[in-house]
Structures are given as C-alpha cells and as structure tokens.
C-alpha cells in the first residue's frame, strides 16, 4: 500500500523485490500484480466508481467554465436501452482497454492548455474521426481561434 501511494505507477517488479526483500519470499507476478491492483483501489476509489463520476464532473466543468462543450456518444445498443453514461460504463471501461485523446494549445508565454479530450474504445479511424470532427466543429471555427 505504502509503494502505490507513494508512486501509483510503481512496477510490479519493485512490489516483488519488496516482498522478496522484507519476507524472504518470491511472489509471482501476477500476485504483485493483483496486490498494487487491489492497492490502487483502496487508495483511489473503484475504476467503474470514478467512471460513473464522470458525467457529474463535466457538468460542474460546464456550470464553471462558460462555453465548455460536453458531447456523449455511444453505440446505438447502448442508447437504444436508455443506458448513455451508465451502460458505456458497465460494457467499455471495465477492461480498461480505452485511451485518452487530448488536443492542447500553447499560449504567447508557452504554457500549455489544454483545450478538448476524448475517452475512445481504442486509437481506431472512427475514433479519431469522432475527435477530429468534434474539434473541428467546436474548437476551431471559433471566432479568433488559429491553427496551423
């Protein structure tokens, strides 16, 4: 636990050492595995909870942020049982197989911003086509927004 907390991204290979070195005892890798997997949960919540928490998350960016943009997609089985958020939830980001997509921007003193994201299935052409219209057709018609 102690490790996880520490650095959540600590490799499984560091959990074994630390076993191997405090107990005297070789673990596999998978139970190092399964211990920071079971760690990074009781530190940080559930995967499928902060999920979940997602859309009252963008609402509060939308309430705080004027002119921030929230747009939800799912495939038609999804929708067509009333299930938006909940359903992409319980059927995509179980397996933790999605990617984050980000587009930033770098402003006149070099800070970068960043100005739209997407969590996709996988780095497919439907997946950034959905990025790309999206920030096409939000970001980049804006009044005084340039690009190269």
């Given at each position: 636990m102690?490790?996880?907390e520490?650095?959540?991204?600590?490799?499984?290979s560091s959990i074994q050492a630390t076993i191997a070195q405090?107990?005297?005892?070789?673990?596999?890798?998978?139970?190092?595995w399964r211990a920071r997997d079971k760690a990074l949960?009781?530190?940080?919540?559930?995967?499928?909870?902060?999920?979940?928490?997602?859309?009252?998350?963008?609402?509060?960016?939308?309430?705080?942020?004027?002119?921030?943009i929230v747009r939800y997609e799912?495939?038609?089985?999804?929708?067509?049982?009333?299930?938006?958020?909940?359903g992409l939830m319980e059927h995509g980001f179980t397996g933790h197989s999605h990617i984050l997509l980000?587009?930033?921007a770098q402003d006149g003193e070099s800070n970068v911003i960043p100005i739209a994201f997407a969590i996709v299935e996988g780095e497919t052409a439907n997946a950034w086509n959905f990025f790309l219209t999206n920030l096409r057709e939000h970001v980049a018609r804006r009044r005084g927004m340039h690009y190269l």
């Open positions: 102690k490790l996880v520490a650095n959540p991204r600590v490799p499984v405090q107990f005297e005892y070789q673990i596999q890798y998978k139970k190092g949960r009781s530190a940080y919540s559930d995967y499928d909870k902060s999920y979940n928490e997602l859309p009252t998350l963008l609402m509060a960016i939308t309430q705080f942020i004027p002119g921030t799912t495939n038609d089985a999804l929708n067509r049982q009333g299930q938006l958020m909940q980000v587009a930033v």
